[in-house]
Structures are given as structure tokens and as C-alpha cells.
């Protein structure tokens, strides 16, 4: 009989698998509605769905092994980064879904969250205000006019599996729909700085570095309260604090 093994848990969510069905249980029930509609549009391999009913949506598992985790050993080629970061142009040049996704928010709503934040940050003593004043700083090159792009929305490369040089799928489109490209490939790559200009290979096409950096910074002070409350470490090694002090 197949293990269940929990792939990851927390209030909000959680995915199991067991053989070689991955069953996510999702609170909001539209989040599972935006990851299938998101599937079928994206010019991308993704998961096959076995099944959906209220809650939960059954996925069959992918061929290849992802490229890491965040604060984890990255793996693959450069050629397997570059094809990464082809399929992620392929995404980004398809025809917009209807709907905003993560990468979507607007610039009034980002500057107010992050304000909120930082505050935080400091307040409570969470993280020096040099660090935070630093980042907040090097995170105003992401507040910026774009144009709307096909986006995944959670881009991280737990998310992008390869076999050999191969992209073989992406999972986890929950957070999908229009929004900033670069806001994907800032999140591919927030770690794992040394495969950067392989991804930026792959995708083709001139990338403002600035940008990807304001967004690395962006992102991380962002989700550390997140992170804390929902019971993982922000401050492991290569993890967001990380990538915070790496600014510096």
C-alpha cells in the first residue's frame, strides 16, 4: 500500500500525495477553480487532473525531479535553467487569462503592504532596521509601470520540473493570471542568484537586473510574517532573510 506523504501543510492549504496522485485540499475553494482554468490555457507541460470535487483537486505526478527548494541544494544543468527559462517566456507571451493573479497587484496595493511590513519588521524586532531600510530602498526599482504578461504567480523552482534538459512540467497555478513577468522570473531565481543569467539566457530577451533585484527584495519582506506565522523559517540558510542580507 502507497505512503501518504505530506508534501506541505498549513492553515490555508495542504498537498499530499500517495503514489503517484498529488491531492490538494485548499480552503479557498477558488484558488483550486483558478489553477485549473490556468492549467488548460498555459502553452506549458503541466499536470494531467484525474479529478476535482469541492476542496480538492487530484493531479497525477510529473516525470523529472524539480530544479531544489528555496534554501536547499539547486540542481540541474545550465542547459536545464535555460530551457526553463524558455518555457517561462513561452508562458509569458501567450494570451493574457481574463482574470489579475499574484503577479497582478497594483502598485498603491504592493507600496501599502510593504509599508505595513516593514513596520512590522522592525517594530517587533524581527529584523534590524538597517536590513529592512535597505531592502525597502532596493525594492522601489520593482514599483514600476509593466505590461501585463501570461504570469504563474508563485514561481519557485519547487515548481518546475525537469528531466535532463527537459522541462517536463510546472504544478501550482493557484496564484495565476495577468501580471508582471519579471515578478515570475525574480521568484524563479530568488536564492539562486548563480543560475540567473542561465534563466535569462533561456528567455531571450534583455531583463532589467534592477527589477529583478527590487523584486527579490520586495518579495522577501513580504512574506516573513507570513512565513513565521504559518510555522516555517524564513531565517534557514539561503532562505529569505538570506536574500535580504545578501542586498546589503
Known sequence: MDEVEVVVAHSERA????????????????????????????????PEVLWRKPSVLAIAALPGTT??????PSTGSPAAWAAAGAAIRKLHDAPLPSRSGQAGRSIVALVAELD???????????????LVTRNRQVAEAALRPWTAAFTHGDLQIAHVFVDGDE?????????????DALYDLATFTLGNEEHLDDVIAGYGTDIDLDVIHGWWSLRSLLIVRWLIEHG????????EVDVLRSRM
Open 15 to 46: 498537498t499530499l500525495r500517495v503514489g503517484d496522485v498529488f491531492l490538494k485540499v485548499d480552503a479557498d475553494q477558488a484558488r483550486i477553480d483558478v489553477e485549473v482554468e490556468a492549467m488548460s490555457l498555459a502553452p506549458v507541460p503541466t
Open 67 to 72: 530544479l531544489g527548494r528555496l534554501g536547499g
Open 116 to 130: 505595513d511590513e516593514c513596520e512590522w519588521l522592525v517594530t517587533n524586532g524581527v529584523l534590524p532596521a538597517d
Open 167 to 179: 522541462v517536463t512540467g510546472i504544478i501550482d497555478w493557484s496564484e495565476a493570471g495577468q501580471g
Open 232 to 239: 516555517f523559517d524564513p531565517f534557514a540558510p539561503g532562505c
